[in-house]
């Protein structure tokens, strides 16, 4: 795939061309630069420090040439739907019937507990009753059930960590098989970042740069049914790269995880935070106190990171609280900025399979995350020694530094600083490290020189390369192969039809590889004797 990407200068009003268009960009505080992709958020925020007297708020921003005090209700309701067809950005257009009900999330334990131990969780209303969770038959008391703590508090989370999958029912509903391939065993996932749609909330109403063109709205879910939830035992996670719908109030997410299948959301599922899940404009220099910084994200996704490591599926009371909700994220901040949360909400390890899982957040300082790190690798290396783990893979949603990431945090330069650790080490020298990662919106491998270690997984609609498709890490058969499905790229290519009548008319996803580009295929070199 041939593609510009575009590093945002550091004058202001310079001129930079975006995949063939021309866009203004305007120097606000260090770390952002305004374009019209922010124009909604920052519309609103501009109303909120009008509201409290700060006349001055647009040269945080840089928009004063365009977004200033004079804004007006009327002037954001403009902004803000100015990209819809039909003038109105309706809250409730793609829900399905289903979308107020009880909300499903299957995630791998955190690495230092048994194999087999997955955390399953609900998503519901705060207001709705806990529902009622069955496994093979026998009903399970939730460890956690409580209303959302800081950010998108209208939700509720009902978790467990169980001892191995099953047969798992949520409020008598037909029941899903929730389960852990063998471990050792070859695994297939999908991984994306930083989806987005042209009707949600803030960023994305006006943001989502091709979200119409290439309909990622209805497209995206349908085809990670398809590839995920159709598939069987022949796709056996998936996940999310951060800035997942460029969400600051929760509602683009909860629009979009309505329209993926129950069969869909049994499968494990990975994601890590971007940096528009910190601060909906992407930078921490433009955060405010409506930000979520990560609260909604770590409580909406329901992974089972070092937060998690003491629970056990008999932990009781708080010694079953899956998350570290120590810091409040304003907390000292009436209007601007805002608090992170505790690393240890969102740096996780695991194993798959034969896959082991490294997922890290760029918001933190490598001198924060180097404990962890080691501890990973450590880990890493005794699973390998085993043979049981023969690939392991980093994921991250940095690719460069910058809007809350400090150069060593972005995804390559802390592949570099993994690599050299014991455990990773013996990995890497075997070229069975690799990398995931978005930020940049392109859907790319070998980014930033790490040519068959690194790949871009970012093409998902917004601006950028200006392709959009379905990436896969694949470890069967005794070899490691990276897919890439491109449904949309240049010249107007559009496989979308193809792609979707090939995964329902054949048996497995395998049999439409056709279709898709080879990013890589290497044997695993596994240090099994």
């Known amino acids: 795939v041939s593609c510009e990407i575009v590093m945002v200068p550091q004058g202001s009003g310079s001129w930079v061309r975006v995949a063939g268009l021309l866009a203004v960009v305007t120097k606000g505080s260090a770390g952002f630069a305004y374009s019209a992709r922010y124009s909604c958020g920052v519309c609103l925020d501009l ?58 999330r299957v995630a791998v334990a955190y690495g230092s507990k048994e194999y087999g131990n997955l955390r399953v969780s609900v998503i519901t209303s705060a207001d709705a009753e806990a529902p009622v969770l069955t496994v093979d038959g026998d009903t399970v008391d939730w460890q956690y059930s409580a209303p ?11 978790t467990v960590l169980l001892p191995t999958g099953g047969s798992v029912s949520i409020d008598r509903a037909a029941p899903l098989t929730v389960a852990l391939p063998t471990i050792g065993r070859g695994v297939a996932g999908v991984l994306i970042g930083d989806p987005c749609i042209d009707d949600a909330s803030v960023t994305s109403r006006v943001g989502c740069f091709y979200g119409k063109k290439f309909q990622t709205a209805t497209r995206t879910p349908a085809l990670i049914n398809a590839f995920v939830g159709d598939q069987g035992t022949d796709m056996d996670f998936w996940g999310l790269l951060g800035d997942n719908f460029y969400d600051r109030d929760g509602e683009a997410t909860k629009k979009m995880f309505a329209k993926f299948s129950q069969e869909t959301k049994a499968k494990p599922f990975l994601t890590v935070p971007g940096n528009h899940d910190y601060w909906v404009l992407g930078a921490p220099e433009v955060g405010t106190v409506e930000d979520q910084y990560s609260n909604g994200f770590m409580q909406y996704y329901g992974q089972d990171t070092k937060a ?22 304003s907390r000292g901040h009436p209007i601007l900025s805002g608090n992170v949360p505790v690393i240890t909400n969102s740096f996780l390890y695991h194993q798959i399979g034969n896959l082991g899982v490294v997922g890290f957040s760029g918001a933190y300082s490598l001198e924060e995350t180097r404990p962890l790190m080691a501890e990973a690798c450590s880990w890493l290396g005794e699973q390998a020694a085993t043979g049981t783990l023969e690939v392991a893979m980093i994921v991250g949603h940095w690719d460069i530094s910058g809007a809350g990431a400090a150069k060593e945090m972005a995804v390559p330069a802390f592949y570099d600083e ?5 455990g990773c080490r013996d990995l890497d020298e075997r070229t069975m490290l690799k990398f ?28 950028g390369c200006a392709n959009y498709g379905i990436p896969i890490i694949d470890t069967t058969d005794d070899r490691l192969r990276v897919y890439h499905f491109e449904i949309n790229g240049k010249n107007d290519k559009d496989s979308y039809n193809a792609t979707m009548g090939c995964l329902s008319s054949s048996n497995g996803w395998r ?3 056709h279709l898709a580009d080879l990013w890589l295929d290497q044997p695993i070199n596994s240090s099994r004797v």
Request: proline share 6%; net charge negative; hydrophobic share 35%.
């Open 47 to 104: 109303l909120d420090a009008t509201a409290v007297g700060d006349l001055a708020a647009c040269e945080r921003y840089g928009s004063c040439h365009t977004l200033n005090a004079s804004v007006s209700t009327e002037t954001c309701q403009t902004v803000c739907h100015g990209t819809h067809s039909d003038g109105v950005a309706d809250p409730t257009r793609g829900l399905d019937a289903n979308a107020t009900g009880a909300d499903l």
């Open 148 to 158: 959302f703590k800081y950010k998108w508090k209208v939700n509720a989370l009902h």
């Open 308 to 329: 998690a490591e003491n629970v056990t599926p008999l932990s009781t009371g708080s010694a079953a609280v899956p998350l570290n909700f120590s810091i409040d994220p």
């Open 418 to 422: 993994m690599r050299a650790l014991p």
């Open 436 to 463: 995931f990662m978005g930020h940049t919106h392109c859907n790319v491998p070998h980014p930033h020189g790490h040519v068959n270690t690194g790949f871009m997984v970012a093409g998902q609609g917004m601006e």
């Open 511 to 513: 049999n439409c590889t």
